[in-house]
């Protein structure tokens, strides 16, 4: 089945720093790449949906000169919280969807998610 | 009003009990609809897509009320490992975005 691998699995940086979370569909092209974000608790949200070769599209309430997404090829898409804070700690997680709607979960297969801490 | 609702529950059951969840929905635009499934710290996984007409998959029933814009999964002789938090999942805008309950958490016990 369609896999998308995401890395690092967790992440502890210092405030002010920014980090890279890469995800990389393996044995599928991903034409679009949908990136959440869930606090504890509470439900996945949407954050910005990007297709390969063009910018990302973000929702509402979403900095986009905060988090840059990156879709430049389509095998990988990269996340970049940027000056991180505390607030930024989240469960981070990805989710690809292929040309023909490939990947398992009604056409959207996830990442198994990136835990970002901010000290 | 958050677009797809759920009670967070926990709902303790013991093991062999059948449980219920239900869930509403406010975009009556929305596609298709489905059921996750997410264990503590792990990516939601697709537990069942969700049909009008109901559908069954082992121990586990899905049914869709558009009319009433209500969603329900029924687990029947629930194991310890059912214990997870389930999500109801809306498939909306034009058909590419993944609108997410906030999940209903269960905990089986013996």
């Known amino acids: 089945g369609a896999v998308v691998s995401q890395h690092p699995s967790w992440v502890i940086c210092k405030s002010g720093t920014s980090v890279k979370i890469e995800c990389r569909s393996l044995d599928f092209q991903a034409t679009t790449m949908f990136w959440y974000r869930q606090f504890p608790k509470q439900s996945l949200m949407l954050m910005a949906t990007?297709?390969?070769?063009?910018?990302?599209?973000?929702e509402q309430g979403v900095e986009k000169d905060k988090f840059l997404i990156n879709h430049a090829s389509l095998t990988l898409s990269t996340l970049t919280v940027t000056s991180a804070h505390p607030e930024d700690s989240s469960f981070y997680i990805c989710?690809?969807?292929?040309?023909?709607?490939?990947?398992?979960?009604?056409?959207?297969?996830f990442g198994s998610g990136t835990r970002l801490t901010v000290v | 009003r958050k677009e797809v609702e759920q009670d967070p529950g926990p709902f303790n059951v013991p093991e062999g009990a059948t449980v219920a969840f239900n869930c509403t929905y406010s975009n009556s635009a929305s596609q298709s609809f489905f059921w996750y499934r997410q264990d503590c710290r792990k990516e939601p996984k697709l537990l069942m897509s969700v049909y009008s007409s109901g559908n069954e998959d082992g121990r586990f029933t899905a049914q869709l009320n558009r009319a009433s814009q209500y969603i329900s999964l029924l687990i029947r002789d629930s194991k310890l490992s059912d214990s997870a938090t389930y999500l109801c999942v809306a498939l909306t805008g034009g058909g590419n975005k993944l609108t997410f309950g906030t999940g209903t958490q269960l905990k089986v016990e013996l």
């Open positions: 990007s297709n390969e070769g063009s910018k990302a599209t973000y």
């Open positions: 989710s690809a969807r292929g040309p023909g709607g490939q990947g398992i979960s009604g056409g959207y297969t």
